[in-house]
Structure formats: structure tokens, C-alpha cells
């Protein structure tokens, strides 16, 4: 039997050792915190947990324009929020989420160690366990150790008011005035969860507008959902440090402003666990990152050590890992595999609205030779939209213009996750627009806008339509 050894029970590392148990391999798995890793118990599943509740409150405040009245001005002076309920709810449901993977993978016949694993030599895996020191021999290696999120030198998170993502869920009461450093995707999913919690927002971003690395129609549409439900926005701003002081934080941006506010959410990006991992004695090429490199299918620069999800910096997405955990398996046991595509990826912003991406990104069309048509639809016109209160989103979709082949989309609405999923799957099956429009949709849905996207790129005029 192949010896199969894992470092690390993400999903880079959890979905690799099902594909390796399912063929035929020999699978020990070396996690020193829980199954499920990072994205199960701190990052993607708690956040997601603690929005869906915050999705609820921002649903009842939004009920006045429907002609629900709560009898109040404000929906917290009807809705109290026990931040300590919530947070146990979101932990509970990670554990379990854990437990579960944990057990499906003993199940599967995973021998799973419970420890800190290191490499030893390329065939030869070390975990420092509460029992000492065992030593795994290993035909292939998978390495997927995550990230750990990065401080700032002179704002070290303290797990009481000076925050990482990680450490929100110890709070049992509300943030009176809650600072969220970075705009990125993690800064704006808590700004916009803890301001429909009703905490008063500051948001530091960096640049002139939120999500920088997203389609930028989609980040103004955000933008200004942010602003007009009350959150301050500082464009441009960086922070430098934070400290506590009283009962309060103060934070100081880099052109010597100082915002204070009763806590501090740091989120300003993430670095990769390859240090001490033996890598460099062992040879294993690292980016100027810190990163692991790796090819499409997950290998490394030694032969028989392949390496999946954040800690390769490819793509920092759940489904992004899995799918190159699957991948480095596949290719090592000798299966059938097709390399990584990372032009099929679909991705969400969890936050109100969501902001849902598949494939080519209008950064990619405005920076490339290749000539794309494309359509920006608005949702407001959309007579589902309207009849549930929201007109600020919108459709985009792009295709080749000589074939019609859909090769990208974007959502911004209630719910885009759901709605990509069409485009997807027109996107990985090079499906065209007229045979995505001449598929029936529900009268009335949001989905409506997108046949009626691909309706109108029926002769691709490579313009850009809006509305
Ligand atoms: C706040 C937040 C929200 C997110 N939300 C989403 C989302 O909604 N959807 C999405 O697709 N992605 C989301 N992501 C990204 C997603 O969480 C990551 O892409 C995913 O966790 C990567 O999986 P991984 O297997 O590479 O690493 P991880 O999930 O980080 O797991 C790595 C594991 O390796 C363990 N480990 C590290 N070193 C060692 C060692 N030496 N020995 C043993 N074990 C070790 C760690 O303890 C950890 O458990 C989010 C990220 C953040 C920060
Ligand atoms: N819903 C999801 O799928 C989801 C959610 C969260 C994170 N993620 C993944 O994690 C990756 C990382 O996202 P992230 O937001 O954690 O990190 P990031 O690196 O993408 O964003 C960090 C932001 O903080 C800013 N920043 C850095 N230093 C700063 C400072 N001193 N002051 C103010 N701003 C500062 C940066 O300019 C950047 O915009 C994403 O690319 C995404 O793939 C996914």
C-alpha cells in the first residue's frame, strides 16, 4: 500500500485524505488543532455562522418598507442581541462540523494523529504529539498548514479588544463602536455582519474603495450600501498601531489620525505556516512569499511532496484547497486528474449584499489582449427585486464574442451565492449565451436577469450595456 502523510486537516487536507483512503492509499493525517482545520473552527464556517444570524436582523430592519411595522424606530430597541448566545451557537456548530469530519474520515480508515508535523526527510514525517515524538515513513507527502492572520507590529491583538477573526467569539457583549482594519474580503464580510448586529461600523480602508480585489462595479455597489446604512468609511487610510486606553481602543492611521472605539477587528491579510516545517532542509521551493510552490497538480519542487490551499497562495478559498488536495492525490496515486483551472473558480462575498464572482474577472478583460463582450444589467428593474425591497445590485456577464461562450459572471444581490451557481456551470461546460437564455427561469426571479443578461449579448457587440 502507498503510504500517504498529510500535514494539516483543512479542507486542503481532509478532502485530499478521502481521495487517498479512497484509493487504496495508507492515510495518516497530522492536525494539531481540529479537523475541519482553520476554515471549520475559526475563519470560514464561524464567520459564515455569525452573518446568517446578522442577515436575520438586517431582514427585520428592512421590513418597514414592506409595510411590516416593528414598533420601533430602530430594530435594536425590539431585537436584543446576546452576543455571548450567538457566539456559542456559531462555536457549537464548528465543533460539530469538526466531529463530523473527523468521524467521516475514520470511517474512510484515516489514521489520524493528533500533533504538530514537521518533515524529517522527504520520505519521513515527524509528529510532535502530548505523547512525544512519532515518526510517519511516507511515499507521498501533503503538506497543507493554512495561515496564520498577520499583526501589526505596533497593534498586537490581545483577544480582549485588539482582535484578529480568530478571537471575535470570545466577545459576549456587542462592540459599542467596533474599528475594522482592512477592506478586504474578510474586513468587509465583519463590517457589514457586526453592522447589521447593530454596532456602530468604522471601517480603515486602504484604498478609495472597499473590496479591492473584486470586480470594482460590484465594491462601489457595496461601497455605497455600506455608507448609506450608516458606516463610516475612511478611504485612503492605513492604520499603523493600535493600544487600549480605558475601557477603548485608539487607533492610530499612518497620517497621525486616531480613531478610537471600544474594539478593534484586525484584518489585514493572512501569512503562510511553512516555517518550521523542515522545508528548506528537506528542499522544498518556497515563493517570495513564504508560500509553498506548487504546479496545477499541487506539486512541489520534490517529486513525491505535493502541497494544497492557503499555504501555496494560489487561490485562499475552501473549495480552492479541497480541490487542490484532491488533486495532488489524484495525480500521486496515478489516477485520472485534470490539472487546477483556476478560470471555472466561483467565489461570494458573504456580506449585504453578497457579491458573487465565476471565472474571467473584468480585471482580467481590462488588462488583456483577448477581446470579451460583456452586459451589466441592474436589478432594479427586476420585478422580483422590487417586490422584495432591493434594487441596488445587479447582473454581469461576459462571453467570447465570436462564439457567444459564457467565460465569466458577476452577482451583486441577496443571496449571489445561490444565483452563480448557473453561471458556473455554463462557465465549466462553455455553455453560450443562447443556450443559457433559451433555458426557462422563474417568473418572477432575480435569475430572470441573468437569461436576460445572456438575451442581450445574442449579437456581442463587445459593448459594455448598462440596463
Ligand atoms: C474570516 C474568513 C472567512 C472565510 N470564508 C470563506 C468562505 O466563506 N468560503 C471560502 O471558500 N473560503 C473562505 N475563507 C478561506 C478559507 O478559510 C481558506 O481558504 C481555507 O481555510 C484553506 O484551507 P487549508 O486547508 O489550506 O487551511 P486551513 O483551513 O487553514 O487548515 C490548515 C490546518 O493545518 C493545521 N496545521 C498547520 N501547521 C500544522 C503542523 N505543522 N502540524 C499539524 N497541523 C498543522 C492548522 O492547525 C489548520 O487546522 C475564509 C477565510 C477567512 C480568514
Ligand atoms: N467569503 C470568502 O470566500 C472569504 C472570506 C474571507 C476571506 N477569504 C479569502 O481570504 C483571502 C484573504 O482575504 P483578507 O481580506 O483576509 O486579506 P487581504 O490580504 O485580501 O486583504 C487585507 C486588506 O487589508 C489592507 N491592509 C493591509 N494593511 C493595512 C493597514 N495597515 N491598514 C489598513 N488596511 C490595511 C490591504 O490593503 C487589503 O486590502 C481572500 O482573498 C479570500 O480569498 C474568502
Known amino acids: 500500500m502507498t503510504k500517504v502523510v498529510i500535514i494539516g486537516g483543512g479542507p486542503g ?77 456559531v462555536l457549537a456548530l464548528a465543533k460539530a462540523q469538526s466531529d463530523d469530519i473527523a468521524q467521516r474520515l475514520r470511517l474512510e480508515g484515516v489514521r489520524l494523529v493528533n500533533g504538530s508535523g514537521r518533515l524529517e526527510s522527504a520520505h519521513r514525517v515527524i509528529a510532535a504529539t502530548e505523547e512525544g515524538e512519532v515518526a510517519f515513513d511516507a511515499d507521498i507527502i501533503l503538506l497543507a498548514t493554512g495561515t496564520t492572520p498577520r499583526e501589526l507590529p505596533d497593534a498586537p491583538c490581545d483577544g480582549e479588544r485588539i482582535l484578529n477573526w480568530k478571537q471575535v467569539y470570545n466577545l459576549t457583549e456587542l462592540p459599542e463602536r467596533l474599528i475594522v482594519v482592512g477592506s478586504g474580503v474578510t474586513g468587509a464580510e465583519f463590517a457589514s455582519a457586526y453592522d447589521g448586529l447593530g454596532c456602530d461600523v468604522v471601517l480603515v480602508s486602504s484604498r478609495r474603495q472597499v473590496l479591492p480585489g473584486e470586480d470594482q462595479d460590484a465594491a462601489a455597489v457595496l461601497q455605497r450600501a455600506f455608507s448609506e446604512r450608516g458606516m463610516h468609511i475612511m478611504s485612503e487610510c492605513r492604520a499603523v498601531a493600535a493600544r487600549r486606553e480605558g475601557d477603548g481602543v485608539v487607533v492610530t492611521l499612518e497620517d497621525g489620525q486616531e480613531v478610537t472605539g471600544s474594539h478593534v477587528l484586525m484584518a489585514v491579510g493572512a501569512i503562510p505556516n511553512s516555517a518550521g516545517l523542515g522545508l528548506e532542509e528537506v528542499g522544498v521551493g518556497l515563493t517570495p512569499s513564504g508560500h509553498i510552490s506548487v504546479d496545477k497538480v499541487s506539486r512541489t519542487s520534490i517529486r513525491n511532496i505535493y502541497a494544497a490551499g492557503d499555504v501555496t497562495g494560489v487561490f485562499a478559498l475552501a473549495s480552492v484547497a479541497a480541490m487542490q488536495g484532491r488533486v495532488a492525490m489524484w495525480h500521486s496515486l496515478g489516477d485520472a486528474v485534470t490539472p487546477l483551472d483556476l478560470r471555472k473558480v466561483s467565489s461570494n462575498v458573504f456580506t449585504t449584499p453578497e457579491v458573487a464572482t465565476v471565472g474571467i474577472t473584468q480585471q482580467d478583460v481590462d488588462t488583456s489582449d483577448v477581446r470579451v463582450a460583456s452586459v451589466l444589467l441592474s436589478l432594479a428593474p427586476n420585478a422580483r427585486s422590487k417586490m422584495q425591497g432591493f434594487t441596488d445590485g445587479f447582473v454581469k456577464l461576459f462571453c467570447l464574442p465570436t462564439t457567444g461562450i459564457i467565460i465569466g459572471g458577476v452577482v451583486v444581490a441577496p443571496r449571489a451565492s445561490e444565483l452563480i451557481h448557473a453561471v458556473s456551470v455554463a462557465v465549466s461546460q462553455r455553455v453560450t449565451v443562447d443556450d443559457f437564455s433559451h433555458a426557462f427561469t422563474v417568473y418572477p426571479s432575480m435569475s430572470g436577469s441573468l437569461a436576460e443578461a445572456a438575451r442581450r449579448l445574442h449579437n456581442r457587440h463587445g459593448s459594455l450595456l448598462t440596463n
Not at 492509499?25 to 475541519?36: F, K
Not at 482553520?38 to 436575520?56: G, M, R
Open 13 to 89: 487536507g481532509y478532502e485530499a485524505a478521502l481521495v487517498a483512503a479512497q484509493l487504496g492509499g495508507d492515510v495518516t493525517l497530522i492536525e494539531r488543532d481540529g479537523l475541519g482545520g482553520a476554515a471549520v473552527l475559526s475563519d470560514c464556517v464561524p464567520s459564515k455562522t455569525l452573518i446568517a444570524t446578522a442577515e436575520v436582523m438586517v431582514r427585520i430592519e428592512a421590513a418597514r418598507q414592506l409595510g411590516l411595522h416593528i414598533g420601533a424606530r430602530e430594530v435594536t430597541d425590539v431585537v436584543r442581541v446576546d452576543l455571548a448566545e450567538v457566539n456559542d451557537r
